[in-house]
């Protein structure tokens, strides 16, 4: 089993790689931000609550965040493995993820995070906003509080990994090419 955490700011390109990856490697990706908004779309309870945290480029509380992660998670027991999108972005997740896997005799492989200076993520972020139909790239302070709560909140992550020895960094500028084939150069070491 690989479980994978693929970390870096709003914009950085998880999603993208993260869905090439996951054929590669025969893993399940779960998104966070994706199964909030199916959520929000589908008008759920857990769509409602998570709602104005999203639109104002808030975090959306631990419990609520880690309850849906291992609901995901135990949607699919025969997996080979996960790619983490977007989870966690708190140490208190990063610990209650850690505590969950251990429970399934399972582990963090590794955190991969992608790498890209913040000027050139708000400039993907405004032109990814044109067509994704997100309320959150399209408006540069909701895209600016999104840094502040990833600054604050979610950065210091890194050190929670690299004090397992289990950090890799990774340059995610490039084409998505280039980017997938250094990412899957860290991925066949884990
Ligand atoms: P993303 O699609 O990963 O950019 O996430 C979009 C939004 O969903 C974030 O700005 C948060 O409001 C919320 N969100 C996604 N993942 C998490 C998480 N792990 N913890 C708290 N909020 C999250």
Avoid: C, W
Wanted: net charge negative; hydrophobic share 35%; aromatic share 8%.
């Amino acid at each position: 089993m690989k479980n994978i955490v693929l970390f870096g700011p709003p914009g950085a390109g998880k999603g993208t790689q993260a869905e090439v990856l996951k054929d590669r490697y025969n893993l399940i990706h779960i998104s966070t931000g994706v199964v909030f908004r199916f959520n929000i779309k589908n008008e759920t309870e857990l769509g409602v609550l998570a709602k104005k945290y999203i639109d104002a480029g808030d975090l959306v509380p631990d419990e609520v965040t880690i309850n849906m992660l291992k609901d995901e998670v135990n949607k699919n027991p025969e997996a080979n493995g996960f790619i983490f999108d977007g989870f966690p972005r708190t140490q208190s997740q990063a610990e209650a993820l850690d505590a969950f896997l251990s429970e399934k005799d399972a582990k963090i492989d590794g955190m991969i995070a992608l790498e890209v200076p913040e000027d050139m993520l708000v400039e993907r972020l405004l032109e990814r906003g044109k067509t994704s139909g997100r309320s959150d790239d399209t408006d540069e302070s909701k895209i600016r509080n999104r840094f502040n709560e990833y600054n604050t909140k979610t950065a210091i992550l890194k050190d929670f990994y690299e004090a397992k020895g289990n950090y890799y960094g990774v340059d995610g500028v490039g084409s998505i090419e280039e980017i997938t084939t250094r990412l899957s150069e860290v991925f066949d070491t884990l």
